[in-house]
């Protein structure tokens, strides 16, 4: 089999994509891009009169279990990212990657390890004002995205299976920069690696290797490593684990396992956006397939990114540990175009997973759903009495749950949504309702249009739904560790966080962390206020501007 060169390159105007995101009109978003454009091609123009005085290479991802293998190269000039799996925008803004001077992204492979935090930085460097980057890469990658393409040709080579060892050995260009070239400044200094270890380790392979000067530096991605990139999550994780060990415990990079006797033999996963598989692998370390093997099905709220780009991953996680078997899907019918397009242009993933649309489980005014025996049978298998669902205010085809477990506990999630009455119906008289609250109750109108819940919404739906618990989450990305909270919390309310377990007995509990929290995140609680005041004091500038205009 032989290597594959990158043929093509796609201009990906993210402007294009979703304009929706701009907070400004049309013809203002189009001029916008247009002087971007502008400033970076005379930017481009001036630097192109100089070599690059020196070249950085950075390793945002390490290709760790869980980890993206992505590696960031930089000169004074131009901005390029070799591959880009799930996380990576979260790794580039935790160590502070200037994600607006990108240039290029290079895909070696059409797998999702490579691929899949494409449309997460997409959104990311679009909000920056970047109005296009080159994306290099196997034929197909532009079916990702909506927008303009131009076609031009690279190069670029990768080795994921045995199979290409021979193109790979037998390949010429490689020999320009190996013992034998001829000029000593044409011999690599380093050499990147994103072939799997099982390759790596093949003796063909390190006869490859063996071909570049001693000098030649190897630096390796793949899943030998054991770093997974990011400490902000573990600095976060460390003081909440002084409140309480058992709801907030330790992250488990070093692999001590977090599973104990005590865990059910089958858990659903509500909603999987990007990183999801990551979040697992770092709450539970070693014991992550013991997880999966008790992971029973997937549930999909609704089609926007933040709630299903993570799925590719932990179905394929999923498959190596039961490959006998199919994860089941729960999610809206519409889902199946995202599947079949990647599918169709670059992995078979059908055979792994069985779909089930919500809209089987939807209820209609009063009159609970019909169930033909399967479904039945998959509800059992899932341990549940019953499920209903419900559509809910947000976007087309978004789902609101309701689900009773043979122990007869109810528990409700609302996905993403406005307040909900459909979703008070189904969830009535709920153990514990999980509720979106996206914003703080100054930015009522912001939630409205957006069509999500502040929190004070959220609670009023639970009250109305006299649900004996609500858990609130889904916290606007504004509130990096804690989100800004009532004073007057009921009794029956928490906070969600990541890598938080916790049972129903032990809800109650949250409530009484909230002063610590509070003392804990005391510096980012006095700037997200500072933050609060300064926008009221704008709104009131422009409030009284407008009514001198009027007088």
């Not at 002087?35 to 100089?50: A, D, G, H, I």
């Not at 999550?233 to 330790?250: A, G």
Request: proline share 5%.
């Amino acid at each position: 089999m032989c290597l594959t060169p990158l043929p093509f390159l796609v201009r990906f105007p993210h402007l294009l994509v979703v304009p929706h995101r701009f907070n400004m009109s049309g013809n203002k978003v189009m001029q916008h891009a247009q002087n971007l454009k502008f400033q970076r091609v005379k930017m481009r123009e001036k630097s192109m009169k100089y070599v690059p005085g020196i070249v950085n290479l950075q390793v945002l991802g390490s290709g760790a279990r869980g980890a993206p293998k992505s590696l960031y190269l930089f000169t004074d000039q131009s901005r390029y990212l070799f591959n880009c799996g799930e996380g990576t925008q979260r790794l580039a803004h935790e160590h502070k990657m200037k994600l607006a001077k990108l240039d290029s992204v290079f895909i070696t492979q059409p797998v999702w390890e490579n691929l899949g935090g494409l449309l997460g930085l997409a959104l990311t460097i679009q909000d920056v004002g970047v109005p296009e980057i080159n994306l290099h890469g196997p034929e197909g990658l532009e079916e990702i995205f909506v927008g303009t393409i131009d076609l031009a040709f690279d190069s670029l080579l990768d080795c994921p299976s045995e199979d290409y060892l021979d193109s790979l050995l037998g390949e010429s260009i490689f020999s320009q920069h190996q013992s034998c070239a001829m000029n000593e400044d044409d011999k690599a200094a380093l050499v990147a690696h994103f072939s799997p270890h099982h390759i790596m380790s093949h003796p063909r392979y390190k006869e490859f290797m063996s071909k570049f000067p001693s000098t030649t530096q190897h630096l390796v991605l793949n899943e030998s490593n054991e770093c997974q990139g990011s400490t902000a999550v573990h600095k976060i994780q460390c003081k909440l684990n002084i409140l309480d060990k058992e709801i907030f415990p330790m992250l488990s990079d070093s692999g001590f396992p977090l599973l104990d006797k005590g865990n059910p033999d089958t858990c659903i996963l509500l909603d999987c956006g990007e990183g999801t598989y990551s979040q697992l692998v770092r709450l539970y370390g070693s014991a992550v397939d013991t997880l999966l093997s008790q992971l029973s099905a997937v549930y999909i709220s609704h089609l926007h990114a933040d709630h299903h780009l993570g799925l590719f991953s932990v179905i394929k996680a999923w498959s190596r540990v039961k490959p006998e078997c199919k994860l089941t899907l729960l999610a809206p019918r519409q889902i199946i175009t995202w599947l079949s397009v990647y599918a169709a242009r670059f992995e078979s993933v059908g055979h792994l997973y069985r779909l089930v649309p919500l809209s089987l489980f939807e209820q209609h005014g009063q009159n609970r759903p019909a169930l033909d025996p399967d479904t039945v049978q998959i509800l059992s298998s899932l341990g549940l009495e019953s499920m209903t669902t419900c559509l809910v205010r947000h976007c087309p085809n978004a789902f609101g749950v309701t689900m009773v477990t043979k122990s007869g506990h109810k528990i409700t999630y609302s996905g993403d949504t406005m307040p909900c009455d459909a979703l008070v119906s189904i969830g009535k008289n709920s153990d514990l309702l999980i509720h979106e609250a996206t914003h703080e109750d100054e930015l009522e109108k912001e939630a409205a249009l957006k069509m999500h819940s502040t929190v004070s919404q959220a609670i009023r739906i639970g009250r109305e739904m006299r649900a004996k618990f609500v858990l609130l989450t889904h916290f606007s990305q504004r509130y990096a560790k804690l989100p800004r909270l009532n004073k007057d919390l009921s009794e029956n309310v928490g906070i969600a966080f990541d890598n938080m377990r916790i049972s129903l007995a032990n809800l109650p509990k949250l409530k009484l962390f909230y002063p610590a929290l509070k003392a804990m995140f005391a510096e980012y609680q006095d700037e997200i206020e500072n933050r609060a005041i300064r926008r009221n004091l704008k709104q009131e500038v422009k409030r009284k501007a407008s009514l001198e205009s009027k007088s």
